[in-house]
């Protein structure tokens, strides 16, 4: 069966089309299968592209699709629908006929953005305003259609739940076994909440008002994981210099404040800066300091770091509201970016932890934050498998008893519980750790109000 039955034609397969349209004719029932790899613009010929849309509406509302309602529906040559069922030889490859015109549609959608590419950088790339544009976002702009090119293959079909609980059995037992499945935060009372911390698949959203820590909280996250798993960092308010000082901070214990400022530091401040230096030198962590992420860009980003380490198991992005999106307000835009986020981390097998703000009505209001605080909440709260809300009644009512005391207040748990999670914040040092002992007392005027919903 020739793909190529010129030397100059596009890629396309007339045996192959005639196969699958014959076989839907004789069988109604192959469109079950075939309509969840096949659409009508993957055709080469456009009169085949019009007699697929035709038994496609046909059988779409319950109807008959044969060569008499097909040729009254579409109006199409009886002599020819008659030809098309004549193909039919076998039909259970009928499947494999459609991931063929798939794939040779797929080659044809190739060579045409490669002819556009070539012809945007011949000419001059312009915007749809006639404005110049850099060759780095005509790359990024080609990628992002690449990648959506490549997602066609990737449909799923459902799955019986017999055959689901046999896998399922399988991986209960190598649980049971002692095999590692999630992905560890090093946070005790964290990965106790969560039943051993975070899984491929899952989006935790982490919630905090300015300066409360939560990038602090993201760094302290990503090395605790990153000594045994690869992480990527996507910071877009920070330059990769200051993010680098602040994990050297962490790692060597160094006061945040003399790295800024070495001339004044003491001399024993380098001591730190070694330490942390060799420390850091045995993670596994990439980052990335791009502003302004859409969601493409963090897709394209995971596949290069999967790319380039063979491996990827935690994605943090600090921070939601600084992303940009698709939509006609900035409470909708937000929504996609998270429902968004959500689908990489499962189409990639990652798991996404995305930091975000919260709006001024929690500094408004005695207590813990709540849910309801997320700003431009969107669709996050239903996207999130976890939500997590950081507060420190250090920034509002300071006592000796709560300056290091930091509390993560777990407002939405999809596979477990709510909690009230306690840590050691040292600012210093940027640093999260466990808590020992008791929870601070908090004075009644920090007890008014608020709550968890």
């Not at 790899?37 to 849309?53: C, G, N, T, V, W």
């Not at 911390?197 to 300066?211: F, H, M, T």
């Not at 919260?358 to 996207?383: F, H, T, V």
Request: hydrophobic share 40%.
């Amino acid at each position: 069966m020739s793909r190529r039955p010129e030397a100059l034609s596009a890629p396309h397969s007339e045996e192959a089309e005639h196969a699958v349209l014959g076989a839907l004719l004789y069988d109604n029932q192959a469109f079950e299968v075939i309509s969840t790899i096949l659409k009508p613009e993957h055709f080469y010929q456009r009169d085949h592209r019009a007699i697929f849309e035709t038994i496609a509406e046909l059988l779409t509302a319950g109807k008959l699709a044969d060569l008499i309602t097909v040729h009254e529906k579409g109006h199409h040559d009886m002599v020819y629908l008659n030809q098309l069922m004549g193909t039919v030889k076998r039909l259970g490859v009928a499947h494999r006929h459609a991931e063929l015109i798939v794939e040779c549609w797929r080659e044809r959608e190739l060579i045409r953005l490669g002819s556009n590419l070539a012809d945007e950088v011949l000419r001059g790339a312009h915007d749809a305003e006639g404005k110049a544009q850099p060759v780095d976002q005509v790359i990024d702009q080609m990628i992002t259609k690449l990648m959506a090119l490549n997602a066609v293959a990737e449909r799923t079909e459902p799955r019986d739940i017999s055959e689901l609980v046999v896998n399922y059995l399988d991986d209960l037992q190598e649980r049971y076994d002692g095999k590692e499945t999630t992905i560890q935060t090093g946070l005790k009372d964290l990965d106790h909440c969560t039943a051993g911390g975070g899984r491929p698949g899952e989006l935790w959203v982490i919630g905090a008002r300015p300066s409360m820590g939560k990038t602090a909280a993201s760094l302290t996250l990503s090395r605790n994981v990153g000594r045994k798993h690869q992480v990527l960092m996507l910071t877009q308010e920070d330059s990769l210099n200051s993010l680098t000082a602040r994990q050297v901070a962490a790692a060597g214990r160094v006061n945040l404040a003399d790295l800024r400022n070495p001339q004044r530091a003491p001399q024993s401040m380098w001591e730190g800066v070694t330490e942390g230096v060799d420390a850091l030198g045995k993670l596994h962590i990439a980052m990335d300091d791009q502003a302004a992420l859409h969601i493409m860009d963090v897709r394209r980003k995971i596949q290069q770091v999967k790319r380039r380490h063979k491996r990827l198991s935690l994605v943090i992005v600090d921070y939601l509201q600084l992303m940009e999106g698709d939509g006609d307000n900035r409470n909708q835009e937000l929504g996609k970016i998270a429902n968004g986020l959500k689908r990489a981390a499962k189409e990639f097998g990652v798991w996404i932890v995305l930091l975000s703000q919260m709006n001024r009505e929690a500094d408004k209001r005695s207590g813990p934050p709540q849910m309801s605080d997320l700003r431009d909440s969107g669709d996050i709260e239903g996207a999130a498998d976890l939500i997590g809300l950081l507060h420190r009644e250090h920034r509002r009512n300071p006592t000796e008893a709560n300056k290091f005391h930091a509390e993560l207040h777990i407002v939405k748990h999809k596979n477990g519980p709510t909690d009230t999670l306690n840590f050691t914040f040292d600012g210093a040092f940027q640093r999260f750790t466990d808590w020992d002992g008791p929870a601070p007392t908090k004075s009644l005027k920090a007890q008014r109000g608020g709550g968890l919903d």
